[in-house]
């Protein structure tokens, strides 16, 4: 079993959704969590952190629930721009990370 | 966020080369990592680099085919041995930010890559 399981997608969603993702881990004693965003070619990029009390950047919504032991992501208003792929990242106390396989998002007009 | 560089950007070699790929990153920056990435899969990390000590590796890589330096806090060097075609990838350094504030994480950041192809 993976560490850090993701739905790989694709999402295909037309611009103006709301979609969400969730990703579950499999070690409890993970401390940080994060989203990254990889476009294709590009390295990933830190999107946000996601923190007990939940984490809010303009459309982007991510939230933590240790009991069940998974991370979600909400994008509200979806654009063209938002197509990537989407990291999920659970960091133990090593601070060593384990990133999920990726989400893939394709926002259509 | 932090700034990391990273050359060469992309290289093509013969097979049974080496290539040794440098990485710079900020002051900010405690913990280096070396990560792959094949096309359409997620990362893999290699070695956690060590300044002034043996890497750290991860099971499935090892110090003959992967040697790693980082004889500083900001500069590392990651060297693919004698090369096969298996070893094309993108290779990534990354490093661990200190957030410098209570109650939030230390952020990894990653180097733009460096896209290797052996013929």
């Known amino acids: 079993r993976k560490e850090v399981e993701q739905d790989p997608g694709p999402f295909n969603v037309p611009e103006g959704a709301t979609v969400a993702f969730n990703c579950t881990y499999s070690?409890?004693?993970?401390?940080?969590f994060f989203w990254y965003r990889q476009d294709c070619r590009k390295e990933p990029k830190l999107l946000m952190s996601?923190?007990?009390s939940g984490n809010e950047d303009g459309r982007f919504t991510a939230q933590l629930n240790r009991a069940s032991q998974y991370i979600s992501l909400l994008i509200r208003d979806s654009k063209l721009s938002d197509s990537a792929t989407y990291l999920c990242?659970?960091?133990?106390?090593?601070?060593?990370?384990?990133f999920g396989r990726g989400t893939s998002l394709i926002v259509h007009p | 966020s932090a700034v990391i560089s990273q050359k060469p950007s992309r290289d093509i070699c013969q097979r049974g080369t080496s290539l040794t790929i440098q990485c710079q990153v900020d002051?900010?920056?405690?913990?280096m990592f070396w990560y792959r990435q094949q096309p359409g899969q997620s990362l893999t990390l290699i070695a956690t680099?060590?300044?002034?000590?043996?890497?750290?590796?991860e099971s499935g890589f090892v110090i003959d085919k992967f040697p790693i330096s980082r004889p500083n806090l900001t500069f590392s060097t990651l060297t693919v041995s004698n090369m096969s075609p298996e070893d094309s990838s993108i290779y990534l350094c990354?490093?661990?930010?200190?957030?410098?504030?209570?109650?939030?994480?230390?952020?990894?950041?990653f180097g733009p890559g460096t896209r290797l192809t052996v013929l």
């Open positions: 070690n409890s004693a993970s401390q940080s």
């Open positions: 990242v659970a960091s133990g106390g090593s601070y060593i990370p384990t």
């Open positions: 680099a060590n300044q002034g000590s043996e890497a750290t590796y």
């Open positions: 002051s900010q920056v405690t913990m």
């Open positions: 996601v923190y007990s």
């Open positions: 990354s490093g661990l930010r200190t957030s410098g504030r209570a109650g939030r994480w230390d952020t990894q950041y």
